[in-house]
T-cell receptor
Framework: DQQVKQNSPSLSVQEGRISILNCDYTNSMFDYFLWYKKYPAEGPTFLISISSIKDKNEDGRFTVFLNKSAKHLSLHIVPSQPGDSAVYFCAARVNQAGTALIFGKGTTLSVSS | KAGVTQTPRYLIKTRGQQVTLSCSPISGHRSVSWYQQTPGQGLQFLFEYFSETQRNKGNFPGRFSGRQFSNSRSEMNVSTLELGDSALYLC????????????FGPGTRLTVT
């Protein structure tokens, strides 16, 4: 059973507009969430994270929102740039004893100029 | 600071053989996690080591094992290879305490024929 779900396999956005990537989770015990970006033939790159005690975290063009009651988080990229085209993974920490992560299956973002 | 390094980058093995993959974490990082990425299943957690002890384990058969050395370098071993073990194997390191972000290496592409 998938505990972290990214229901949209792909998203296409025009340069300069907002990209919104969504993620749902089922385990209410998850306490830390992260977003990673992955280019082909490379390992995932850490983007931004959020603790379950917060509902928003910003870092430059990237903002992550967490809605605990809905078990939903989203990543907003504003403004979107062609270099943002990649696969985006949502992840949740397995347990508080470590740093291991459970990943969603990813959303491929395409930003056109 | 040098990033996470993994060797070898590419590997071709035959069914029934065994394989050992190596990971050197970022200097100062004490936690190493291993993940398997396949097109169908996405990124799946294998195990996490912290200070030479396995701290978390994913849902993989006993053919998959790992260890961590006193210098935090880690190896994972897969015995009796099956065709389904063909995947990208990613290693990620983190401080292990406090900050929870993991930083990934480029991966080892294993092909089993």
């Amino acid at each position: 059973d998938q505990q972290v779900k990214q229901n949209s396999p792909s998203l296409s956005v025009q340069e300069g507009r907002i990209s919104i990537l969504n993620c749902d989770y089922t385990n209410s015990m998850f306490d830390y969430f992260l977003w990673y970006k992955k280019y082909p033939a490379e390992g995932p790159t850490f983007l931004i994270s959020i603790s379950s005690i917060k509902d928003k975290n910003e870092d430059g063009r990237f903002t992550v929102f967490l809605n605990k009651s809905a078990k939903h988080l989203s990543l907003h990229i504003v403004p979107s740039q062609p270099g943002d085209s990649a696969v985006y993974f949502c992840a949740a920490r397995v347990n508080q004893a470590g740093t291991a992560l459970i990943f969603g299956k990813g959303t491929t973002l395409s930003v056109s100029s | 600071k040098a990033g996470v390094t993994q060797t070898p980058r590419y590997l071709i093995k035959t069914r029934g053989q065994q394989v050992t993959l190596s990971c050197s974490p970022i200097s100062g990082h004490r936690s190493v996690s291993w993940y398997q990425q396949t097109p169908g299943q996405g990124l799946q957690f294998l195990f996490e080591y912290f200070s030479e002890t396995q701290r978390n384990k994913g849902n993989f058969p006993g053919r998959f094992s790992g260890r961590q050395f006193s210098n935090s370098r880690s190896e994972m071993n897969v015995s009796t290879l099956e065709l389904g073990d063909s995947a990208l194997y990613l290693c990620a390191s983190s401080l292990g305490t406090g900050k929870r972000e993991q930083y990934f290496g480029p991966g080892t592409r294993l092909t089993v024929t």
